[in-house]
Each structure stands twice: as structure tokens, then as C-alpha cells.
């Protein structure tokens, strides 16, 4: 870049440089109004004889050789074709300046801007690398948003099936509970009033047979003891009949 | 008699009362103390208490045996319970008495009943008793009121019951 630099910048100072060398040159080797008006004031003098006095009132008294003077020494010769030096001068300088130009300053010209079309074929390619990037970042996001979408749309559905499900569980549980419950209720009480009426029974029993002991034991004197050991021995020996 | 430290005792006091040559009443008086034993928790544990003296305890024995039964009896007595086998007395008393009746080629009979047997209810019993098993018995009777009436014989693991009680709990399971 630096160098590219350079070169632009070395090219206008060449032209510049060899614009003043070769102009010098052009305006030295020409005739120079001065010395134009010197041949001609020596001319005059000539022509006078070397008589300065003379040539001092001609120039005071008649104007028209100042203005001779100026339109010999002053005016150019044509506005449209210059001096055949300065062509050769202004050629050669134009040449040599057009080689430089070609030779330094085209291709550091033609570097910088290849340089600058690459670098803003680079950028463009960057910035498109970046448009793709973003595009497939976009993309990407996009698609995960939608997948999280989905997801959360399915996770919803399962929640809900699994809270139905439970709902539905629950409520057959507790029918089944609320059954087994009245099952057992049912089981509790026919089982209470089977165990009320063995209690009574018993109850009954108990009673019925206390008397029927006391009474016994009231009417076993000791002849029916007698008997009742008499009748035991018959029975033992197979005899009672 | 499957616990031969009882089969022990009993083959000691059967030799010593038939040395002694006065059998039966030992047999009949050292029955009459194991029913007493069976019957008497108290006197028992007494007897059994290791925490009392064993003069204490052989005090007891004499207090009990000495102006009521013979001298062999309260000395068998005596020793058993100074062994320290008082719980196990009545055992070792039923041993010996079949023992003593395997002697005599015979079987006991133990006999609960509310009132005593007599003589003739004893022999016509034990005669009743070959006839239904085939083997002599000497009948032992123990006066049970819990029987109320008639009678329970016991010959080993044979029981014939014929009482009162077990016609009223027949009774008692009808109800049920």
C-alpha cells in the first residue's frame, strides 16, 4: 500500500521536474524580447550613423518605432504553432514524461486500482460470505425455533395426555377405593354381626350351662355319684347294655 | 419315662421302699403326696424355692409327712426334695409306682373322681379294665371335684372318660 503510495506520488514530480528542465532550455534557446530589442537598437544605431543623440530623439519623437519594436520583439509569431524548439522540447518532454507514465506511473496506477478491485471484490465476497453466514445463522435459528416450537407443542400434548391419563387413574383408583371400601364396610359389619351372634350364642351358652351345672352339681348326691361310677364300670367292661 | 433323671429317682425309691419291705403303703403315701404337690401350687413352689433354706424347706416336709406318714416315705421325700428335684416329685412318684406295678406284671390306673371309690367299685374297675384292654392295673384314685360326677381313667396314654365334665363341655361345643 505504502509502495503503491509512492508511485503516485513520485509520478506527478517527475512531470513536474522534467517540465522545468526542459522549459529552460526552450525559453534560452529562443530569442528573448530583450535581446530582439537590442538587435534592433543596434540596427538603429547603424543605421544612425552611431549617432546616439539621434537615435535618442526618434525614439522620443517618433512612437511608431517603440510600437516597431514591440511588434517585432513582442508579438508571437503564430497562437496556433509554436516555435519549432519548443515543439522538440515540449515533444520530447512529452514523450519522455508519457514513457515515465507508462513505464512507472500507469502500472502503479493500474496496481492500486487492480489492488482496489480486488480488495473491493474481496470486500464484496466478504460481504456476501457474511449475507450467506447470516442468512444460514438466520436459517439455523429459524429452524431451531420451529423445532423448539414443535417441541413445546409436543411436550404440551404429553402433558396433557399424562394429565388426562392421571386424572383417569385417579378417578378409577378412587373408584376402586370407594368399592373396596364398601366392600370392607360390608365385610366389617356381616362379620361383626356373625361375631355378635357367636357372642351371644356363647353368651347363652354360657349361661344355660352354669345352670345346667349347678344343677347337676346340686343333684349329685352321693348315691348318684354311686350310680354314675357304677354305670361308668359297666361301660368300661362293655356290659351297660 | 422318657427323662431319665426321673426314671432314676423312681428306680431309687422303688429299691429303697422294697428293701425297706414295706411297699405298698410307701406306694400308696407317696402317691397321696404328688396329688397333693399337683394340687397345691403353693406348696410346691415352697418346696421348689431355691431362694429358702433347704433346712427350711426339709422343715416343711417333716411338718407335712412326719405324724402322718412312714418313716421311708418322709425320708424318700426328704431326699428328693434336698436333691433339689421338689418340681419334678410327682413325676418321679408315677414312675416308681409303675415301676413298682411292672413288677408285679401290672399297669397303673389313675382314676379321677369327684368322691372317692370303693373297694368293691376299685376291684370290679380294675377287673372291667382287663376286660376292655387286656392288662392288670392297680387303680389309683385322686378325688378331682372338677370332674363333678362319674369317672376318668388314665392308663399311660390311654384316657377313658366318663364324667360329667366332659358331657357338659360336649354340651358346651353344641352350642357353639
Known sequence: MTNRRNRLLVAPLLALLALLVFAAPASASGESVGSCIAEKLGELIEESHGDLEEVLHELHVDASIGDHFEKKCIEAPSPILPETNEIIWGGSAFLILFVLMVKKGFPAVRGAMDARAEKIRSDLDAAEQARVDAQSVQSDYEARLADAKTEASRLIDEARVAADQLKGDLADRAETDISEMRERAAAGLESERAQAIADLRAEVAGIALGAAERVVHASLDAEVQGRLIDAYIDEVAGTDG | ?176
Open chain 2, 1 to 176: 419315662m422318657a427323662d431319665p433323671r426321673v426314671a432314676g429317682y423312681a428306680e431309687a425309691l422303688f429299691a429303697v421302699a422294697a428293701a425297706e419291705g414295706d411297699l405298698s403303703v410307701v406306694e400308696d403315701e407317696l402317691f397321696g403326696f404328688a396329688q397333693a404337690l399337683r394340687s397345691d401350687d403353693d406348696l410346691g413352689s415352697t418346696l421348689a424355692d431355691r431362694a429358702l433354706p433347704m433346712a427350711r424347706r426339709l422343715q416343711v416336709v417333716e411338718d407335712l409327712l412326719g405324724a402322718r406318714a412312714s418313716a421311708v416315705t418322709t425320708a424318700l421325700v426328704s431326699m428328693v426334695v434336698g436333691a433339689g428335684r421338689a418340681a419334678e416329685l410327682p413325676a418321679i412318684v408315677d414312675a416308681m409306682l409303675e415301676r413298682s406295678a411292672a413288677s408285679r406284671n401290672k399297669a397303673v390306673a389313675t382314676v379321677r373322681s369327684a368322691v372317692d371309690l370303693t373297694a368293691d367299685q376299685r376291684e370290679r374297675l380294675a377287673a372291667a379294665i382287663n376286660t376292655r384292654t387286656g392288662r392288670e392295673v392297680e387303680v389309683r384314685v385322686v378325688i378331682d371335684p372338677s370332674v363333678l360326677g362319674g369317672v376318668v381313667t388314665e392308663i399311660g396314654d390311654d384316657i377313658i372318660d366318663g364324667s360329667v365334665r366332659r358331657r357338659l363341655n360336649q354340651l358346651r361345643e353344641s352350642f357353639r
